[in-house]
């Protein structure tokens, strides 16, 4: 395979998919029988795939893939799911998270992947996020917490950025925008909150956290999901359990005057169950193109559309997949994506 921009999904189907998006076409299928995959992302370089399953993370090769095609390496990581991963900015390590209560850094310059750093939680890790300092990272956990990690010290503050949480409320997914001036966290609530971080160190010398507390607001009346930030950093779109994701023009909220507001929904078809009607589909992820003019946006109904962000428009759908999509990531060699 030659470079080119590379869509990659996985699904309940015990596969994971490259997609041509323009062509709408799949250019591979790799069965994975062992695991769901929970979580991809794909090398700042383009070259590598990682994919969280249970215990362990995949690595593929994203250029010379087959249908017969087997990871290049497989690391047995965590006792639990993997639920988080990403590459460093250099790609010689990658981070994850895991429902066993640790996030980790693992080095890979070696066969073998040899761990840099742990941060140990008693209850299962939902999200890890990286700073573009790539030495402080952001860690949201299924009992409410979200916690400023540095690794440099190993050192973490407990409920570093302000949360007000309901009973059982959480956070499900951090996301850092490429500036690193961002921080977004949706709760499985449907809540969400918006911070104003610095770029260059979030927590300071007196371990007191540079970071203030824009936006806090109901974005979803359902079990939220999913948040990203596009690329220029002026939108966050946010998923649920609701089939409605939802895209917020946060180009305003770090102003003088700060101001917060929804563009749009981007709805897809429901698909009837056995008794002939409709099911919520649920959004586990999602990506922008690296231009923020257009966003793709997977399903439980099987269906990864891309939508123009303007106009609202579905302008590409890839299908193929037999089961629930579970994970997406997108790579552009033209403008390369964090």
């Known amino acids: 395979m030659s470079p080119r921009p590379l869509l990659v999904t996985a699904s309940h189907d015990d596969s994971i998919r490259y997609w041509d998006i323009a062509e709408e076409r799949i250019l591979e299928t790799i069965v994975v029988k062992d695991s769901q995959i929970n979580a991809l992302a794909i090398a700042p370089n383009g070259n590598y795939i990682l994919a969280g399953g249970y215990q362990n993370v995949k690595l593929f090769d994203a250029l010379h893939a087959t249908n017969q095609n087997q990871a290049l390496q497989t690391y047995a990581v965590h006792e639990k799911n993997v639920t988080s991963l990403g590459f460093t900015a250099d790609a010689v390590a990658i981070f994850t998270g895991s429902d066993d209560g640790t996030a980790r850094v693992w080095d890979r310059r070696s066969p073998k992947l040899s761990c840099m750093s742990a941060f140990r939680l ?24 979200l916690y400023i990690w540095d690794i440099r010290m190993n050192n973490y503050r407990s409920d570093s950025l302000q949360l ?22 949706i709760t499985n609530r449907g809540k969400v909150f918006l911070y104003s971080v610095s770029d260059t160190k979030i927590l300071s010398e007196g371990q007191h956290p540079n970071a203030a507390l824009m936006f806090r607001y109901a974005a979803h009346p359902s079990y939220g999901l999913r948040c990203r930030f596009s690329p220029d950093g002026k939108w966050l779109i946010t998923t649920a359990g609701d089939d409605l994701p939802r895209l917020w023009d946060v180009s305003q909220a770090l102003a003088e005057q700060p101001t917060l507001s929804l563009k749009r929904s981007f709805e897809g078809e429901k698909l009837p169950n056995n008794r002939g009607l409709e099911n919520d ?9 690296n231009d923020s003019t257009k966003i793709i946006i997977p399903g439980t109904d099987r269906v990864t559309r891309l939508f123009d962000i303007e106009s609202g428009n579905e302008i590409r759908r890839c299908t193929g997949h037999a089961k629930g999509i579970t994970a997406i990531a997108f790579w552009d060699p033209c403008s390369r994506q964090r």
């Open 164 to 185: 007000e949480l309901n009973s059982n409320e959480f956070v499900t997914c951090v996301d850092i925008d490429s500036a690193s001036k961002q921080v977004a966290a």
């Open 122 to 145: 008693n209850v299962a890790i939902n999200s890890v996020a990286l700073h573009r300092n790539q030495t402080e990272f952001l860690v949201a956990d299924a009992a409410g917490g």
């Open 281 to 289: 589909t649920w959004i586990w992820d999602a990506a922008f193109t």
